[in-house]
Every structure is written in structure tokens, then in C-alpha cells.
């Protein structure tokens, strides 16, 4: 049998910083991935920030007084390209090109783009049908890339008159897309975001809107004397009740801390003594000759340290994770 004479730990003691990117989709448009599927650190002053194109504030569109075939819209922010900007409301969006040429229906995106450029995209003419596929005749167009869709004008008339309260739709995720929905959870360990429900598909080549982020990754280096790491690990109970005629039970789960060892030089300026209180990355390998397989986990960093006078300087060091250390096999 194996000991772990060869092993050793590796803690995150730096971060390698990455410039705001592009993230890749899944085919659903639910999960988007950093290339190479990093770990993120949540190391302090290390923080993840994702970037989802889209409307982020004001933008409503309303019908421009007394006047035919018009619409006015509220200064508005939003995020496009990974950064932010903003558009003040001046000129009315005159739609009555697009009014003339309505046979049947023709349903209008009113669109913005990362300049700020306010744009009038026109569905093609048929009978009204506003949750059809985009680009087919009666459903809304499909949206430029690089651009977001603030709200919709659906038309049944060629006749010139004032647009209606009626003819405009700005619902949240049919007819605006807004940088704070769908909402999204952040994986470290896999280096991906995860929205609650798909983003849509509404961009030419049948493609969701961007998703873009800033992010950290661990800078590893190795333990001096470490020794008895135990991961973070689940353990499960049970607890049980007497009632008439049998005994009923429930089982439950529960993440216990990971720990491990390290003799220390002097106790103040070893590495995890000047990491304490930190929420880093850890990496055990069973044998450093094999780094193929190895333990990961995140958790915070916690330090309990020893000075006895006839013995080595100690610590005893836990790891409070958020979830159950993972291994990593090649």
C-alpha cells in the first residue's frame, strides 16, 4: 500500500490578473466559460467581475407628443463591449419609414450599440406574431451583434398617426435586454458563469448577446514541511425517533474543515502565517512525482500556531470550505 511520504501542499500565494475577455457559450447560452476553464481566486482585492451586455438603467420609450410616427426615449445606461456607457435622450426616433411599408404587421426593435447610436431595426411584414422565430415574417428582427435591444414598436397600420401606449413593449427578457437578468451564479472552481435561464438567441447567426469578465487566477507555490492534510470533506449523520411500532430516521450532510500541518522558521513571515484569513486555492498531490492526480479546493485559511521551547514551531492550519474538495485526475 501507498503512503504519502512524497506528497505535498501547494497554497495560492499570488494572483495572475486578466484583462476583461470575451467568455465562451454553451449551446443553450446558459453556462459561458473563461478559456481554459481556470480556477478564479477569491483571494482580497482579487475580485471576479462579470459584464453581461445590456440595458442597465432608464430607456423607457414613450410616444412623442402631437407628433405622427414618433417615439421618445429616458436617458439610459448600459453595458456593452465589457464597459459601460450612457445615452442622453435628444432626438425622437422617427418610424415613419417603417410605418409606410406595413402590408400586414411589422414589428420594430428599437436597438442601441456600444457607441451609443440609438437604431430602428424592422421585422418583415405578415400577420402579427410576436413570439415567432426572429427574422420570419410578423416576429421581431434579428438584433445586430454588438448591439442590445431596448424595447419593441409593433405596427398594423401604414396610416400615419401618433404611436399608442399600446404599440410599445419593453417587458424584460421578450422585448429588453437588461444586463442585471437573467441572474448568474460565478463557479471558481470551473472558471464559468451559470444564468438561472438561458440567454436569448435573438442576435444575427442566431447567437446570444456577450458576456464578458475580469477575473484572478491562483499562483501556486509549495508548503515548507507540510504534513496530515485532510480535505474538506462530506460526512453524513443520522437521527432517529421512537414512535409507536418502529424507529424513524433522517440522514443529513455535513462539509467538515479540511486541515494539514507546517513546521514553521519563526512563526511570523512563513508564507501561511502572511496568507492567514484568506480565501485561496489549495492543492495537495498525493506524490509530487506524479502531478497528474492531485486534490483542489478553495476555502478560507485558518492558523493556529505553537512555540514550545523544547520543540519546532508549529501550525495547525484549517481550510473552511464552501463546498467539497474535488479530485483532479489528467
Known amino acids: 500500500m501507498a503512503t504519502a511520504e512524497n506528497a505535498k501542499v501547494n497554497i495560492e500565494a499570488g494572483q495572475n490578473p486578466i484583462a476583461i475577455n470575451s467568455l465562451t457559450p454553451d449551446g443553450a447560452f446558459t453556462v459561458f466559460t473563461a478559456s481554459g476553464s481556470p480556477q478564479f481566486s477569491a483571494a482580497d ?16 420609450i414613450t410616444p412623442t407628443p402631437a407628433t405622427n410616427d ?5 436617458d439610459l445606461t448600459y453595458s456593452l463591449a465589457g464597459a459601460s456607457g450612457v445615452a442622453l435622450a435628444g432626438a425622437a426616433i422617427d418610424l415613419a419609414t417603417e410605418r409606410a411599408a406595413v402590408t400586414t404587421a411589422l414589428i420594430l426593435s428599437i436597438t442601441i450599440d456600444s457607441g451609443g447610436a440609438i437604431d430602428v431595426l424592422s421585422g418583415i411584414d405578415g400577420a402579427l406574431n410576436p413570439t415567432g422565430a426572429r427574422g420570419t415574417a410578423g416576429a421581431p428582427p434579428l438584433i445586430l451583434v454588438g448591439s442590445i435591444e431596448i424595447g419593441q414598436v409593433h405596427l398594423t397600420d401604414s396610416t400615419a398617426a401618433e404611436i399608442l401606449d399600446t404599440e410599445i413593449f419593453q417587458v424584460t427578457g421578450l422585448h429588453v435586454e437588461r444586463s442585471t437578468f437573467p441572474v448568474f451564479t460565478i463557479s471558481n472552481r470551473d472558471g464559468n458563469v451559470t444564468f438561472i435561464t438561458g440567454l ?21 507555490a509549495e508548503v515548507s514541511d507540510a504534513s496530515d492534510f485532510v480535505p474538506p470533506e462530506n460526512s453524513d449523520s443520522s437521527t432517529s425517533t421512537q414512535v409507536y411500532g418502529r424507529t424513524v430516521s433522517a440522514t443529513s450532510s455535513t462539509l467538515n474543515q479540511g486541515t494539514f500541518s507546517a513546521l514553521l522558521v519563526d512563526g511570523i ?15 495537495f498531490f498525493p506524490n509530487r ?14 492558523v493556529t500556531r505553537s512555540f514550545p ?3 519546532l514551531i508549529s501550525a495547525a492550519c484549517t481550510i473552511t470550505a464552501a463546498e467539497e474538495a474535488e479530485e483532479v485526475t489528467a
Open 269 to 283: 513571515t512563513d508564507l501561511v502565517i502572511q496568507q492567514k484569513g484568506q480565501n485561496l486555492w489549495f492543492q
Open 309 to 311: 521551547a523544547d520543540d
Open 289 to 302: 512525482f506524479a502531478t497528474t492526480n492531485s486534490i483542489l479546493t478553495q476555502g478560507k485559511l485558518g
Open 70 to 74: 414618433s417615439v421618445d426615449f429616458s
Open 45 to 60: 482585492g482579487a475580485e471576479t467581475v462579470v459584464v453581461v451586455d445590456g440595458l442597465t438603467t432608464g430607456g423607457v
Open 200 to 220: 436569448q438567441p435573438i442576435h444575427t447567426g442566431v447567437v446570444a448577446r456577450d458576456v464578458q469578465a475580469s477575473y484572478f487566477t491562483p499562483i501556486y
